[in-house]
């Protein structure tokens, strides 16, 4: 049954992470949460049709409470024809069959709630579905139409009108323009598409556009979510005239284009993107009206932007909360650009008044327990196929492991994406024809895309689909290494990356680490990354990560309270982080 929004009665936390007790004083619980991104479609599956679904995930929100995170992020379950996999939505008010119904998330954020878990949604505003109302509206409408106008429609150049309007190419290869058929059957105008062909970009210069949002998160709000991961924040608005780039709109990185990251094109990080989320922040102000950080509501921004100074740029005091820092993610697994993207993170961060994130895989790049075991210097792959350099599976979950523990020690937010707590690699050897990701049809296989780190999550070793479906299906076949990284065979196992990471975030808590100051320590070999966080609560932490080749002693005085991996004679091998208080 769907319950009609004016019915909905939202839950809210209940007292443990209010303040997020012992730990983390009374700061706002977004300046230091652990949020755990669901990738639906691969999290769990409810009803055995081999696609994750809301009924699957409610039913393992134990296991994320258990896990001990604060938060989830929910990628997107709207209405949509998936052509990117509902990064393409037909209806922001309606949940897609696929993934359940209305009253699914409803239920969904109640036990969340209840079991203390604040759950955010992703909302994607650059672009909808081209099945959406406004867009079939807009088709059937003529040229110069307020229905054209919610959407980025011109003219084409060339005697005929026959070429694009400009010369941008879609983030998933090609062009970022597609000519319609008038309804007179006429070759006709052209619309703008950063991404898919299926994923026509809003026209964010007009107000209709900016008031359905607001709309939108009302929605949201009424039902009780506490915050929205903001699809492509960065792209909204684009220059005025719409410029030619000669580059490609390059945005989460990977493939072999340098430009990653150094791009700010036309179509990037207008200045006028910023006064968006201004009016963002009020609307969700407005659902804190005593001003208890225990209630407030959060976005996140998604902006793949080449300096952290100009990613902070969306977390001033009076636009978003938190940033993703993709330069973390990207950063070498050395130790000196470690250290550098911490204090750089850190210090630009603290110059705004906000807190910084921390990140190491999402449902966009490889995981890091692959990438990690690439060959040095490998830029980050969009994916990797079977013909491809494989990478070194053991080294890359030595060096994940603590990558992590270097992680969770930090100051701020760290977002964690379902399955690396179990430490899943990518399947890096998926066969062509069950890919799904546009950037790989688009580019014609030139990128792989982001299929392998997509595929379903493995909970019971012994079962279909291990344990992911009730039926022997899944959207995406598992490889044959999941079965013996399947939670079960991990659970209550000491040493397994799944225990690592439960031990983990119960010391951060306790040491209220999120909440902490970083001190780096000095005296170590250039390849140790060493600190010590003075966390809301405990003993100050000291970490110390071994890159280097030699082992490295443990200073006295202090115990380990927990390892990235075993340690050797009482040294610290390479590749291994530990916590000593
Ligand atoms: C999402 C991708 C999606 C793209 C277009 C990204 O930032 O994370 O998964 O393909 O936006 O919506």
Redesign the pocket.
Known sequence: MTVPSTTTSPTTVPARTSGDAPGHGSTAWWRHAVIYQVYPRSFADGDGDGVGDLPGITSRLPYLRELGVDALWISPFYLSPMA??G?DVADYRAVDPVFGTMADADELLARAHELGLRVIIDL?P??TSDEHAWFREALDAPAGSPARERYVFRDGTGPDGSLPPNNWRSVFGGAAWTRVTEPDGTPGQWYLHL?DSK?PDLNWRNPEVVEEFHDILRFWLDRGVDGFRV??AHSLVKAEGLPDWEEKAV??GGGDDESAHANLGPMWDQEEVHEIYRGWRQVLDSYNETGDPAHDRILCA?AWLPSVARTMRFVRPDEMHQAFNFHFLDTAWQAEDLRDVVTESLEEAAAVGAPTTWVLS???VVRHATRLGLPPGTRRPNGIAADDPQPNPVLGLRRARAATTLMLALPGSAYLYNGEELGLPDHTALPHDVRQDPAFFRTRGEETG?DGCRVPIPWVAGAPAYGFSEEERSWLPQPLVYGPLAADRQEGVAGSTLELYRTLLRLRREHGLGAGRLEWLEGHAPSVVAFRVHGAGGRPMTVLANLGADPLALPDGLEVLVASGRLEDGLVPQDTTVWLA
Do not use: G, L, S, T
């Open positions: 990117d996999a990064y994607v650059n672009h991404f994923q699809d492509v945005m989460a998604e999402n449902h966009d982001r």
